[in-house]
Every structure is written in structure tokens, then in C-alpha cells.
């Protein structure tokens, strides 16, 4: 046909930068820029005063164990918010989950058996969610809201409000959280799997459909709660791991851990990276970027003797700051990438 | 055309079912459908059949009974009475689903694109192409590409996002994805509602170029006249629940369509 797209030729003059090869990748892969950003921080505080402190492995590790839980459960709330759903009582699983296997554990059951049951009440916890949401019709803000307060009881219910050693030794401990750098392997192993899940796989397509735009997934026979009721569950599974894991490293179950803070820093973490909060597109690789990029400030700052109430507002401006960037960006990307 | 003219235009005087002289060559007939919701009857005795190659204007007012008829064709409701026939075999439609796999694919007016997915993924919607658990991303690039180049549609990419595209464009690719999935009778709930005068053209043309094709039966509900008579071979008018005309379009005009509506409310 002879007929040509009107808004083809209608099409604004690009500007030189949006043209050029670092302007377009900029635009495409929205973790690079944040990727960008991290490694500028990294720059600042390794070239900073204090940076032969800031530069020795002991402090990496410090890093690591800032970013390790937040990753974890960023990567689970990243695809939530791609279905257009979150999760505010995910730093509550963190600390509850641990407690569960304390409990099964008291009763006499062994470690790797208590383990696989909190395991699973954790992947309960986020099915209880799911449901509510999707049979209920409730929102998630709401649903999530009210499990983060249970489960905050349930904690102290079940603790005594005491924190307790971890029974978790040997190889399985080391596996847990023991060895030095496994919740670092933790880390990235569950936000590759969920990266791949997102990009290559139809749970992926299925859940940037139910969150950009829920009637046309479902007219489309996708079943639109099954997708957001299995990412409750997997976020909520992150989330127990993530309390078991960074605990056993710790070295004690702690009732007075995770908690709401632990929760706002993996939702920070995924909007900075480039997640809509409104749903429809995000990405796992880009929420642990922002995770890292809140660690590397917050022991920055603490290296650099910057009073620890300001790091709250460095992350208040940031997550403003992102949002902003991400409306930003998606309007450019309109604009030049077709 | 010479049966549909010894059968025009007293459709609703004479109801009941009308075996043309054609049965078996119809993608998709109607025959005596009713339907009531409580007190309300919304059709009334239709009978209404379109061929493969043939595209036929459903015109007809809000409230005229259109839409629960597309609903009973898309097996969204059940009629009360009458019966479906999609190539010649009777149906009983249990699901959208059920009359999808029968062939039947209609393009809503929403037309269920996701906005933040790249058009080759919104053309393989929920019909992804997979090597195992994996995407076959580049396969679903080329044959989207491929199928929508068919169409003759123009599209910068099919890896664009589809909330960068125009109005034209995305109707375009929801015709292309319905026409894709090896529908026989395909519907299109207001295809130009909404659209400027040029993407409009865009669409009768691809429409016209899918009637060449000679497989597809394309069932076009609308409200423009001028734009029916352009691509339609023949027309039915609904009118509070019953098909009241039914003519080739070369033997109206828009006029006389518009007469008949008139009357109508000249008797309300």
C-alpha cells in the first residue's frame, strides 16, 4: 500500500543526544541508568576521604549485608509492582518466618524438616495475601497493611519478644547464611531468576499484562489473579528466606528485626530501579541496583561521620527523585524509540 | 448476490428460520435467535448469515440489541431459543473460549492491547511462542512481523511499545492478531469509532484487503453508513431487537439506510 503513517511524518526533529548510541541505550535498558548512578556513588565515596576505609573487603561485606535482604525481597516486590500490586508486609515475613522455624523446631521436629515448613509458611503467608486480594477484591495496600500488623504480633507472640540463637549449624548454616558471602549468592541468585522469569518466560509477559492493563489481559484468557496470587507467594517466600538467611548471618533470630524499615527499603530499592508503581513494566536486575545504591550511601554516609538521620532524607529525595526520572524517561521513550 | 435480493427487505415481517439456497457455504449463520433478560426482550426471532469473503455491515442503534447479539455469536451469552451454525454444523456455544476454537474472534472496541508490551508480544498474547519454559523471542518477532506485513500494515517495529503507536495502528494489530489465529468468522465491534477520517481509511482498506483473502467472513458493527457502504457487501439493520433490512449495499444507499432510522423515530 501506497498510504503512509501520518504520524510517521509528523514525527519531532530528534534531538542529538537521543540520537547517539549512549542516549538510545540509556533509554531502552531503564537499569542502566541507575546502574550509572550507583557507580558514581561507589566513584565518590571510593575517591572520598575515607577511602581506603570504604575500600577493604571487610567494608563490601558491610555493604553486602545492607543490600543482601533488601535485593531479596525487592526482587519479589519489583514483580508485584509490575502486576500493579505491593507488599507491606513482606519485612514482617522477614521476621517472622524465622521465629515459625523456631517453633517447629521446639516441637521436635529437626532443622531441615522446621526449615522446609517455614519455608512453606512463608509461601503461605503470601497465598493468604493473594487471595484476599484477588477473591476479596481488596486491595492490596489494605490486605498487606493488615498482615504486616498480624504478623508483627505473631512475632512477639511467638518470641516472647526475645531474640534467640539459631539452631542452623554446620554445612546447612553455612549454606544459610553462614559462609561469609552465601547471602550475597542468595542475593543474586534469586534476582537472576526472577529477572529471566520477567524477560524470557510467559509468567513475565503475563504479569507486565495484568499490571499495565488487567481487562485486556484477561480478555485475552490470561488468568490474571493465578499470575498476581503466585507473585505474592514468591515475594512472601523471598521474604522468609531473606529473614532466615540474614539472621543465621547475624546470628540470632531477632523479634526487633526487618519490620516496616525493611519493607519501605525493598520498595525503594525496586522504584529506584526503574519499577512503575503503577504497574505494567520494571525490572529485578534494576531493583538490585538500587538496593546497592542505598547501601553504598547509607555506609557512606556512616563512613564519612554524615549524621544517620540524613541518609532518610538521601532516600525520601531519591525514590521522589527516581519517580520522576521514570515518568521522565518512559515520556522520551515514547517520543524516540518506535 | 440474487438470493439476498428476493429476501431483503421484509426480514422481521416474515420471522422464523430462511434457508437459502447457499446452506452450506455460510461461515457462520443465525437462525431464529431470541433472547430476553427478565421482562426485557433484547432480539427477537434474527436470522442473520455472512459467507467467507463476504463482509457484512451490522448497523443499528444503542440499545438495538448489537451488542447482546455479538455476545451470543462470541458464546458470551445463550440465546433463548434458535440456533448457530459456523460452517454449516450446528452449535451450541458454552464459552468465549468454546467459540474462539470454533473460529470466531472478535475485536472489541477495548481491543485488549497492554500498552507497555511491545507489539510482538501483544500479537502473541497468551499465545506465546516457547522453547521449553523460554520466550522464543526472535521467532515471535519475525512472524509478527511477517503477519502484519500481510495485512499491510505499517508499523516502525514490532519491538516498539504499543502506547507509542496511533490509534490506526493499534486497531490494525488486534485485527491482525484476531485475523492471525485462523479465525473464519471474524467480528469488529466499531472498528472506526474513535478515529480520525485517514486512520479510518487505514482500516476499511485493510478490511477490504482480508475480504480479497476469500476465507475470512468479517461481520463490521458500526454507526457510520458512509464507511458501511464503502466496505460492506451488504447490510443488516437492527432495530429494537429485530434485523429489519437486509440488502446488498450496491442496492442502497445511505439515504434510504437513514430513512429507515428516521422512521423510527418518527413512530417513537
Given at each position: 500500500m501506497?498510504?503512509?503513517t501520518?504520524?510517521l ?329 518506535r | ?106 475485536v472489541?472496541?477495548?481491543l485488549?492491547l497492554?500498552?507497555?508490551?511491545p507489539v510482538y508480544l501483544n500479537f502473541f498474547l ?13 521467532e515471535m518477532k519475525r512472524r509478527a512481523s511477517v503477519a502484519l506485513d500481510e495485512v499491510g500494515i505499517n508499523i516502525p517495529s514490532v519491538g516498539a511499545?504499543v502506547?507509542?503507536l496511533s490509534?490506526g495502528q493499534r486497531q490494525a494489530i488486534a485485527v491482525a492478531r484476531a485475523v492471525n489465529t ?20 487505514q482500516i476499511?482498506r485493510l478490511?477490504?484487503r482480508l475480504?480479497?483473502r ?55
Amino acid at each position: 500500500m501506497a498510504q503512509q503513517t501520518p504520524q510517521l511524518t509528523r514525527r519531532e526533529p530528534e534531538t542529538t543526544a537521543a540520537r547517539r548510541g549512549i542516549g538510545r541505550a540509556l533509554l531502552r535498558r531503564r537499569e542502566l541508568s541507575i546502574l550509572l548512578v550507583t557507580i558514581a556513588a561507589f566513584a565518590y565515596f571510593s575517591a572520598g576521604s575515607h577511602g581506603a576505609d570504604f575500600n577493604t573487603t571487610n567494608n563490601y561485606h558491610i555493604i553486602m549485608q545492607y543490600f543482601g535482604p533488601w535485593a531479596m525481597i525487592a526482587a519479589g516486590e519489583a514483580l508485584l509492582l509490575i502486576c500493579g500490586e505491593i507488599d507491606l508486609s513482606a519485612g514482617f515475613t522477614y521476621t517472622f518466618v524465622p521465629f515459625v522455624l523456631m517453633s517447629f523446631y521446639n516441637q521436635g521436629l529437626d532443622v531441615p524438616l522446621s526449615l522446609v515448613l517455614a519455608i512453606l509458611v512463608s509461601m503461605g503467608i503470601g497465598l493468604v495475601n493473594g487471595l484476599i486480594r484477588t477473591v476479596f477484591n481488596l486491595s492490596s495496600f489494605i490486605t498487606t497493611l493488615g498482615m504486616g500488623f498480624f504478623l508483627e504480633g505473631m512475632t512477639y507472640i511467638q518470641s516472647n519478644a526475645e531474640p534467640v540463637n539459631p539452631p542452623i549449624t554446620g554445612t546447612l548454616g553455612n549454606v544459610l547464611g553462614g559462609w561469609r558471602w552465601s547471602e550475597l549468592v542468595w542475593a543474586l541468585l534469586i534476582v537472576a531468576l526472577m529477572q529471566v522469569a520477567l524477560s524470557y518466560t510467559k509468567y513475565g509477559v503475563y504479569a507486565q499484562a495484568a499490571g499495565g492493563n488487567p481487562l485486556s489481559a484477561a480478555e485475552s484468557g490470561i488468568k490474571v489473579n493465578r499470575v498476581k496470587i503466585a507473585t505474592f507467594v514468591l515475594t512472601s517466600l523471598f521474604a522468609g528466606l531473606a529473614g532466615i538467611v540474614d539472621q543465621v548471618r547475624v546470628g540470632s533470630f531477632d523479634p526487633t528485626s526487618g519490620g516496616s524499615p525493611m519493607m519501605f527499603m525493598a520498595v525503594s530499592a525496586a522504584v529506584i530501579g526503574g519499577t512503575a508503581l503503577l504497574g505494567g513494566s520494571g525490572t529485578v536486575v534494576g531493583a538490585l541496583f538500587g538496593a546497592v545504591l542505598l547501601a553504598i550511601i547509607q555506609n557512606g554516609f556512616t563512613l564519612t561521620g554524615v549524621n544517620a538521620y540524613a541518609f532518610d532524607v538521601v532516600i525520601g529525595v531519591a525514590v521522589v527523585a527516581a519517580m520522576l526520572l521514570n515518568v521522565y524517561i518512559s515520556s522520551l521513550r515514547r517520543k524516540y524509540l518506535r | 448476490m440474487s438470493e439476498e435480493e428476493t429476501n431483503s427487505q421484509v426480514e422481521a415481517v416474515v420471522p422464523g428460520p430462511r434457508p437459502g439456497p447457499d446452506f452450506g457455504a455460510d461461515a457462520l449463520r443465525v437462525e431464529g435467535i431470541s433472547k430476553r433478560f427478565g421482562p426485557v426482550t433484547a432480539l427477537r426471532e434474527i436470522n442473520l448469515h455472512v459467507r467467507p469473503g463476504e463482509v457484512l455491515g451490522l448497523l443499528g442503534d444503542n440499545g438495538a440489541g448489537k451488542s447482546t447479539l455479538i455476545k451470543i455469536i462470541t458464546g458470551f451469552h445463550r440465546p433463548d431459543s434458535g440456533r448457530i451454525l459456523i460452517g454449516g454444523e450446528e452449535v451450541s456455544l458454552r464459552s468465549v473460549a468454546h467459540a474462539r476454537s470454533l473460529g470466531v474472534e472478535t475485536v472489541y472496541q477495548d481491543l485488549a492491547l497492554v500498552d507497555e508490551l511491545p507489539v510482538y508480544l501483544n500479537f502473541f498474547l497468551n499465545k506465546e511462542l516457547t522453547v521449553g519454559p523460554f520466550l522464543r523471542h526472535g521467532e515471535m518477532k519475525r512472524r509478527a512481523s511477517v503477519a502484519l506485513d500481510e495485512v499491510g500494515i505499517n508499523i516502525p517495529s514490532v519491538g516498539a511499545e504499543v502506547r507509542a503507536l496511533s490509534g490506526g495502528q493499534r486497531q490494525a494489530i488486534a485485527v491482525a492478531r484476531a485475523v492471525n489465529t485462523a479465525a473464519k468468522v471474524l467480528l469488529l465491534d466499531e472498528p472506526l469509532a474513535a478515529m480520525g477520517a485517514r486512520e479510518g481509511g487505514q482500516i476499511l482498506r485493510l478490511i477490504d484487503r482480508l475480504r480479497q483473502r476469500g476465507d475470512l467472513a468479517i461481520i463490521l458493527i458500526a454507526h457510520n453508513y458512509s464507511q458501511v457502504m464503502d466496505v460492506c457487501d451488504r447490510v443488516n439493520l437492527l432495530q429494537h431487537g429485530e434485523i429489519t433490512f437486509d440488502r446488498p449495499t450496491a442496492e442502497t444507499s445511505v439515504a434510504e439506510l437513514l430513512e429507515l432510522v428516521h422512521a423510527e423515530y418518527r413512530t417513537a
